[in-house]
């Protein structure tokens, strides 16, 4: 009988799990320093769970930021439809939305952890709860043969899979410890940097713009007059700056950068599927039409409330004046704020609130089609603690779980 210790009881590491215990040749232990398991799937999509996305794997491998190619043998052999017929089979039901997020019936991430509960339970896995590993054991330099608990414990073993996460959400448990290990072990590992992420910006008076979502705009950085990044979606304004879809999705493509400190300057399209000429035709049709009105009701018909007074005070018109009274230079100031509304991103905010993270251990040092290390015999590694990421939409629990099943697998 071979023994088989899984560090970390996230979606990575119970997949492992449940994996590796489908050899009935292996006796499969699952440690979790938690209370319980899947303790960060509980906040996903909002606490809604999407935990992947319908989308063909090819679509996988275009959300994938860091090291697509990669993930090609995970995606592969254990992909999204295998993923929902192994949950379905153990009584999670889900539906698809827009995007092609799938999210259980219920709405309750919850669902998918009693699934994979479920799984373990039937799959034999000898579960520990409160159970915090400090290091993997070795026989020699280049073979593990067990793990060291904060106890003092020895659990001897055959093969130990470690799928303890990144840093993002620490309270989960993500405090990079699998990286820790992988460093103390000589292995490789890229620069953890918080991806999927809020962003902060410079500009004082957009704070007032609080609470504010923007859906339909086209959101862009740049860098030295160079664009690095542009998309279309939805934008929410916070007490800090911006979040929302296609902020999240850019701070993941920056992220390196963001977290080196470094700034970006930003522009929103309020009108994007509006021509410059088709709306500024518009404009001069609302100063013909509310002539003997204040300026300050101007952009009453174009946008929201909460940022009409800003957009006022940034064409420069006085509130008091008359809409017939704007000039031609501060029409094209306003032609040129709904087109493009610029403001300056000072940088992300952090682990602490980044969804994922980038970086981890380098894929170099692991087999793509076994999760393996490709040094030290008896060592795989599943999930967030590898240099992989992708965009929001489901992907990134994919790839805990695409990874978690070949590293069980091949344990």
Not at 83 to 97: H, V
Not at 148 to 172: C, D, N
């Amino acid at each position: 009988m071979k023994r088989i210790v899984v560090v970390g009881g996230g979606p990575a590491g119970m997949m492992a799990a449940i994996a590796a215990a489908s050899n009935p040749e292996h006796r499969v232990f699952l440690l979790e320093q938690n209370e319980k398991l899947g303790k960060k799937l509980y906040i996903t999509g909002k606490g809604r769970g999407n935990f992947t996305n319908a989308a063909d794997m090819d679509r996988f491998l275009e959300e994938t930021i860091s090291n697509p190619r990669f993930l090609y043998a995970a995606f592969y052999q254990f992909s999204n439809q295998d993923l929902l017929a192994f949950l379905e089979e153990n009584g999670l039901k889900w539906k698809e939305e827009r995007g092609g997020r799938i999210f259980p019936v219920s709405d309750h991430a919850s669902d998918i952890t009693k699934a994979l509960e479920k799984a373990l339970r039937k799959a034999g896995v000898k579960i520990r709860l409160q159970t915090k590993v400090t290091e993997p054991v070795m026989e020699s330099p280049k073979k593990v043969c067990g793990v060291r608990l904060s106890s003092g414990e020895v659990m001897p073993a055959e093969a130990v899979v470690i799928a303890t996460g990144g840093l993002s959400y620490k309270t989960t448990g993500s405090t990079g410890d699998g990286l820790r290990m992988a460093e103390a072990l000589g292995l490789a590992v890229k620069e953890p940097c918080p991806a999927l992420v809020p962003l902060e910006v410079a500009d004082k008076e957009l704070l007032s713009l609080q609470g504010l979502s923007l859906k339909n705009v086209s959101f862009c950085l740049s860098a030295q007059r160079k664009k690095c990044f542009e998309g279309f979606g939805e934008i929410l304004f916070t007490h800090f700056g911006i979040s929302g879809p296609i902020v999240l999705s850019a701070s993941s493509v920056l992220a390196r950068r963001l977290h080196q400190g470094e700034a970006f300057s930003a522009a929103i399209d309020f009108k994007p599927a509006v021509e410059a000429a088709t709306l500024d035709a518009r404009l001069q049709r609302l100063i013909q039409t509310h002539h003997k009105k204040s300026a300050a009701h101007f952009f009453d018909e174009l946008m929201p409330a909460k940022i009409r007074p800003l957009l006022v005070e940034r064409a420069q018109m006085e509130p008091a004046q008359r809409i017939g009274d704007i000039t031609k230079v501060q029409r094209q100031r306003i032609l040129e704020l709904l087109k493009c509304f610029l403001f300056t991103v000072k940088g992300s905010r952090g682990f602490s609130e980044a969804i994922i993270t980038q970086g981890g251990v380098s894929v170099k040092e692991i087999q793509p089609s076994t999760m393996r290390s490709k040094r030290i015999e008896g060592l795989s590694f599943a999930g967030e603690v590898l240099d992989v990421d992708a965009l929001t939409g489901g992907y990134n629990l994919q790839i805990a779980f695409s990874t978690g099943y070949l590293a069980g697998r091949n344990a």
